[in-house]
């Protein structure tokens, strides 16, 4: 019975020390979830410097973490012949070793998906769940197309909008009305060529201000995702009520959305485009600009929606209307897009310092001042070369230079630059669509100084 004892006593022993040597499962999981996170920024980040440098990119991904615990434990006995003492001796060996396999992102799928433009839905939902309207028109945004007799009208009606006691106290208008901020020149955005139909701003790092300008004026007049019906015709022609009311033909009438009126086939569809909306508490003033605005564009003007507004997800071209009047479109962008025109932020940024603002893609921060509501301007990506300080966020090391984002500052409400959110932002939209089986179809090709 004694020796029963001592070995559920070893066993114990043997069992507990081996528990000891390992970590908890709730610290695995979270020394876990710190590595992907740090693995994930510092790869985004590497690819934004390489598209900075005018490399090719390369994304890999965590795909599995096995974990192996192994107990060896032993047990032995000294029983000798002569009448000297009998002894037992206890051991344990402990192992705990991990796998983790890595995934090379250049099949097929996850370059489509990459290189496929986000739609008007990315940016609805983004701007629903609080992440302002700037930045992901900054992200997603690449060209912008404005009839040229609009551009004064437009002008004008932000003019007017910001004037409202409603609207003058946000931060998109503190901004435009501050003259220090939007000089006179900025006008020069918005004067009509009368030699072009058509007024273009891309959104280009090198030379941000008449894209900015002109986007911050569309953000004021409430430039949002609408779905827009319409009706199309398809076919002309006499159908025989014996046709029309068989069965198959109806079936596929209802699948199709497809209805009959006199002697065409018609289809009821909706599209997805962009829109600008006068606010709830617009002035009779207010509702007169937009109203200009829309004549000047009277052309593309129509009582009812006939034909089908621009709207293909793969070119990334949505039209942009206000109430019946098509006046410009919107270009977007891929994620793959995203992170190259963060690149190119970041080469702008090292040529001039990230002192300097001159040329800099900025961001509004809307703050409040002893009670009164004010705005903040911040560099939209901050990346700094041969930094190698504790305070900085993210940092990787390419080519033997260390690059790095900064820190934020101590106050997360009003941060000293956009770059977390930028790389947050690109992370889920990336996220969201990081295969897709369809090769995407490029976009409109714009020609600077063709003939």
Not at 44 to 62: H, K, Q
Not at 80 to 98: F, Q, R, V, Y
Request: charged letters at 20%; one cysteine or more; a negative charge.
């Amino acid at each position: 019975m004694r020796l029963g004892r001592k070995l559920m006593l070893a066993a114990a022993a043997m069992l507990l020390s081996g528990c000891a040597d390992f970590p908890t499962m709730t610290d695995r999981a979270v020394a876990w979830n710190q590595t992907v996170a740090d693995a994930s920024n510092e790869v985004m980040l590497m690819n934004i410097v390489r598209a900075s440098l005018r490399e090719p990119m390369y994304f890999t991904r965590v795909n599995t973490n096995s974990a192996l615990m192994e107990i060896d434990p032993k047990l032995g006995f000294t029983i000798p012949l002569s009448g000297a003492d009998k002894s037992m001796d206890i051991g344990i060996t402990a192992t705990n070793t991990n796998t983790v396999t890595f995934d090379s992102l250049s099949d097929s799928e996850f370059i489509n998906g990459i290189m496929t433009p986000v739609t008007p839905d990315h940016f609805r939902f983004f701007t629903a769940a609080g992440w302002g309207r700037e930045l992901p028109s900054l992200l997603f945004v690449t060209r912008i197309e404005l009839e040229a007799a609009v551009l004064p009208a437009l002008h004008h009606a932000v003019d007017v909008e910001c004037k409202l006691p409603s609207r003058g106290e946000t931060s998109l208008c503190l901004f435009w009305n501050d003259p220090s901020e939007n000089p006179d020149t900025h006008k020069e955005c918005f004067r009509a060529d009368k030699s072009a139909k058509n007024a273009i701003f891309l959104n280009n790092p090198g030379n941000p201000g008449c894209f900015q300008t002109v986007l911050r004026a569309l953000l004021v007049l409430n430039f949002a995702v609408d779905d827009r019906s319409y009706t199309k015709k398809v076919i002309d022609g006499d159908f025989p009520d014996s046709v029309w009311k068989s069965p198959e033909f109806q079936i596929e009438a209802i699948k199709q959305n497809y209805f009959r009126y006199k002697d065409a086939l018609l289809k009821k569809s909706t599209a997805t485009v962009f829109q600008i909306f006068p606010a709830a508490s617009a002035s009779q003033a207010a509702l007169a600009s937009y109203d200009t605005m829309a004549d000047a564009g009277e052309k593309t003007c129509e009582t009812e929606s006939k034909s089908p507004p621009q709207a293909d997800p793969h070119t990334g071209q949505y039209d942009l209307f206000y109430r019946n009047c098509k006046f410009g479109e919107i270009t977007l962008r891929s994620p793959e897009g995203m992170i190259y025109f963060i690149g190119q932020v970041v080469r702008q940024e090292l040529a001039i310092g990230s002192q300097s603002s001159g040329g800099q893609m900025m961001l509004i921060l809307p703050v409040t001042a002893n009670g009164l509501s004010s705005f903040k301007l911040v560099p939209l990506f901050v990346v700094a070369e041969g930094n190698a300080s504790h305070d900085n966020q993210i940092l990787v090391l390419h080519h033997g230079k260390t690059y790095a984002i900064p820190s934020i500052g101590d106050n997360n409400e009003e941060p000293t630059h956009g770059s977390l959110d930028v790389l947050a932002l690109i992370e889920i939209t990336w996220g969201m669509q990081k295969k897709a089986a369809a090769t995407p179809v490029s976009g409109p090709v714009t020609v600077i100084g063709g003939h």
